[in-house]
């Protein structure tokens, strides 16, 4: 027979101090193990939406990132040219880049930080298509203009509309702000290719990438056997959105590992603080479990009832853990990214799915922690129990 | 000590109590020791700079080259001891997942510029004399049980995507045993003679040693002027605050991992003593019965805080210990993402200090409130 549940929730009443440290314990965990989940998947998805499964990203053969390639511009003549590349009004869909770093002050700290500047094609946001201009306007080819992410525009100092920074040897005016929809490129500056390179005293006849928007995404393929059989090229060719992906793998690596381990030692101290509770509850009520015993209550179904007492304050625990950290969700915060050497602004990103985990983890925690002191108060002595004072 | 068997007879008298409470101060420990050594990772470059090194990179950015004829131009600036320079190899061996960085050196005034690495002789004297020779730090040489002989094929990102294969001549150490062993050295003349012509005669960027570190401000500003309004002119700063650019960079990451860990930490502490606090209060009309068979106030408090130290004292020795063991597997975990997470004799005793104090202070509270109350009022409670 089983003890009813008002039993659980008037005992939780009558020990709410005890209680409320349990549930702080737990409730702690889970906000710590959701926070950091939701950093790795808010970095990863950061990088991830930068691409679009429309579009080709060709660097050097071998190359691992942008910042490591070099395309000339003998190559983007014959790329343009490739099969599987859509055409606009003015020609192919792509866009030769030349990616840069600039050393700009963070708003934070006043301390430099390194910011990708990225020389992009006129016709970059019919390839981009997840780009558009917010404020201002697009940059003129041939001046000495740039546009900034929206998160530049707020992360880095000096890069406000109507400024002028100096980028290389010359001087730049800040004519518009573009929004990329929280992706990579919102942390970006850009510019015309031509004027960026010279500026850095780099040949304007050599790209860091190349980008495609494909006629259809299965173009990805002739267009990579066209590109790759070519002898008078050297090239990787990858969908857009591939990159991205692995730009994010070591990253999220760091995060998951320290972040994990963490949450494992402090779900390590929840659990004594359960099992501390739980235990000091067994202790309290050795009288009440015996008189319950004695009315006819099984041992399993006292196990059972310590049990739902203890996922009862861990539920708890793991909903008031994932509340308090659901404030950081869009939270936008900045790191180093190792894979490209490139400061990069991200969001948080707490997601359905990361709650439901936080609250499983938390319930796993309770059943640890309850599981002991049920199996001992279930284990009382009756006549001893109900002896006692 | 003649009341060791009442304060064994106290701490045991809760076992599974005594347990979760040596339990929870251990956890406290190991969460604080593995915050001590994060720190000290991503700050690391820091730590280990020279501060009688200036590095010298181009104005516009990292990226950008500089002519290979600076050296000459630095080193007769008065006050500059030696001057070498590096370039970033930026090559994968194997597996893009195999990070490590590699340099390319100049073998003539490495040594000079940096003399904690230790090389041996022959090692050194065989490396100079092969083009293809490369040498690797120890950890390195452990990490992927390289030894001297080897050949090690590694695929240039930066420079083609061919592979450049390597003959390891030697293996470096370091006088500190936190110093960064994970480097790979290959020589600049077999670099210059493989990379294309645009790369060919040039510095990724110079590393100069001072013959005085106070220095450092005048000769930073001669450089810079020396440049000034050249075709690539320089930004010359102390290694520390070079190394500290990139450390700043990580910045959120570690600060969020910091915060977080360091709260959980000092709650766990409080919780911790708290606990401890309420075990000695529910013991109030016991240690009024000792004080009236004539146990004097301090004997009391002695007991009562006897009995938190060596709770205190064990569940710190025990989170240190597991931490010692649990340290190795994180560091190999993020391997390639963070220098090596080393454990330091003063984070351990700063680590035990605090489980000590925190004890201590749980201990002390309730005990005087034991040892201040009248016997009669102590008795009545119970």
Known sequence: ?389 | MKFRKLIFANLFRKKVRLILTVGSFAIALVLFTFLAVVKSAFNRGVELAGADRLIVVDRVGLMNLMPISYADKIAAIPGVKAVTHDHWFGGVYQDEKNFFPQFVIDVENHRKVYPEFVVPDDQWNNYVKDRQGAIAGAKLAERFHWKVGDRIPIKTTLYGGAIWEFNLDGIYHTEKPDGDQGQFWLQWKYFDENVPSVIKSTAGWYILRLDNPDDAVRVAKAIDEKFANSPHETKTETESAFAAYFAKQFGNIEFLILSIGGVVFFTLLLVTGNTMAISVRERTSELGVLKAIGFTDRSVLFLVLAESLAIAFFGGVLGLALAILAIPGISAAVTGLLPPLLLSKPMLLLGLGFAIFVGAASGLLPGIGAMRMRVVNALRRA
């Open chain 1, 1 to 389: 027979m089983a003890i009813p549940l008002t039993y659980n929730f008037r005992s939780v009443k009558a020990r709410w101090t005890s209680a409320i440290v349990a549930v702080a314990g737990i409730a702690g965990t889970v906000g710590v193990f959701v926070a950091m989940l939701s950093l790795a998947k808010g970095f990863r998805a950061t990088l991830v939406s930068s691409g679009s499964p429309d579009n080709a990203l060709i660097v050097r053969g071998g190359a691992t990132s942008e910042m490591t390639s070099g395309v000339g511009l003998d190559s983007v003549k014959i790329i343009q040219d490739a099969p599987g590349i859509a055409r606009g009004p003015n020609g192919p869909l792509v866009t030769a880049e030349a990616v840069l770093m600039a050393p700009i002050p963070l708003r934070s700290t006043g301390t430099d930080a390194n910011v990708e500047v990225r020389g992009v094609s006129p016709n970059v946001l019919e390839i981009r298509k997840g780009v558009r201009i917010v404020q201002g306007r697009m940059f003129t080819p041939g001046l000495a203009e740039i546009v900034v992410g929206k998160n530049a525009n707020t992360t880095y100092s000096g890069l406000t509309l109507g400024n002028t920074i100096g980028l290389g040897t010359m001087q730049w005016k800040v004519v518009g702000v573009f929004d990329a929809g929280g992706s990579a490129f919102d942390s970006e500056v850009w510019g015309d290719p031509h004027l960026l390179t010279a500026a850095y005293n780099r040949p304007d006849t050599f790209f860091q990438s190349v980008t495609a928007r494909l006629s259809s995404p299965e173009a990805l393929t002739p267009l990579k056997d066209a590109l790759t059989t070519d002898p008078r090229l050297n090239v990787d060719v990858t969908r857009e959105i591939d990159y991205y992906a692995k730009q994010s793998t070591r990253m999220t690596t760091l995060i998951t590992t320290l972040g994990g381990f963490v949450a494992f030692v402090m779900a390590i101290g929840a659990v004594f603080g359960a099992l501390n509770t739980m235990y000091s509850a067994v202790a309290d009520r050795g009288r009440e479990i015996a008189t319950m015993r004695a009315l006819g209550f099984g041992g399993p179904s006292v196990v059972f009832s310590f049990l739902i007492e203890a996922l009862l304050i861990s539920f708890v625990g793991g909903l008031l853990g994932c509340l308090a950290v659901l404030r950081l969700n869009g939270v936008t915060t900045s790191t180093i990214n190792f894979q490209t050497f490139s400061n990069l602004a991200f969001a948080f990103m707490i997601t359905p799915s990361l709650l439901v985990e936080g609250v499983v983890f938390a319930m796993v925690m309770g059943v640890l922690g309850g599981f002991f002191p049920a199996v001992r108060a279930a284990r009382l002595p009756v006549a001893t129990a109900l002896r006692e004072l």
